[in-house]
């Protein structure tokens, strides 16, 4: 149904547990999706056999050793299974309320991007993913977390092909959804903002 990919950092320190948190979460995602990591950066390969995910490596990289969305965007599309995608930063945790609404959306569409803002949330250790491992989470989100402001979005759900002939984008750097925004506005594109039903943390 949906092919889930990211571009992780290297697995250090803070970065380590956090994106573990965030793969973890994404790997009890119903109806059950394909997990892709995208690049080769420190523990990246170890933790995609660690975790039972895929590992593309091998992206493309600009003169200063910085590798590129369009590379890995073409690459997460050539081995995805599935006709939808989701592309996430590989620090956020995605809730059951991300399927509920893709198939929502899925039923009334087949030419959209779907997005939503996501919440500030402190966790530094590993999270506990035993039972209602979810309603423990939203339980303290709801009393530690913030809605981040407009711009922070962090993932979106497109079919593919929707935004192809991505130009040359640096990993990480600034604003490169705008860029996604703007290709599925100019593909005439259903562009949903679905922040009122999606928690991403």
């Not at 080769?40 to 039972?52: I, N, R, S, W, Y």
């Not at 995910?53 to 890995?72: K, Y």
């Not at 991007?113 to 500030?120: D, F, G, S, V």
Request: charged residues 20%; contains cysteine.
């Amino acid at each position: 149904m949906l092919s889930i990919f990211s571009i992780p950092k290297p697995f250090h320190g803070h970065m380590d547990v956090i994106q573990r948190n965030a793969i973890e979460s994404w790997k009890r995602l119903r109806p059950e999706c394909e997990i892709i990591l995208i690049g080769d950066e420190p523990g990246t390969a170890e933790v995609a056999e660690e975790l039972a995910v895929r590992n593309i490596p091998h992206v493309t990289r600009n003169e200063f050793g910085t590798q590129l969305l369009d590379s890995a965007y073409q690459l997460a599309e050539d081995a995805a299974r599935n006709t939808y995608m989701c592309y996430v930063n590989a620090d956020i945790i995605l809730t059951g309320s991300l399927m509920q609404a893709f198939e929502q959306v899925r039923q009334q569409s087949n030419h959209f991007l779907m997005t939503a803002r996501r919440w500030n949330y402190c966790q530094n250790t590993q999270i506990d993913y035993s039972r209602y491992w979810e309603e423990r989470l939203l339980d303290d989100l709801s009393k530690n977390g913030k809605l981040a402001q407009f711009s922070a979005i962090d993932f979106w759900i497109y079919p593919k092909g929707l935004l192809s002939d991505m130009p040359p984008l640096a990993v990480g750097r600034i604003a490169f959804e705008s860029w996604c925004l703007y290709k599925a506005r100019q593909q005439k594109a259903d562009v949903i903002d679905s922040t009122q039903v999606v928690v991403s943390i």
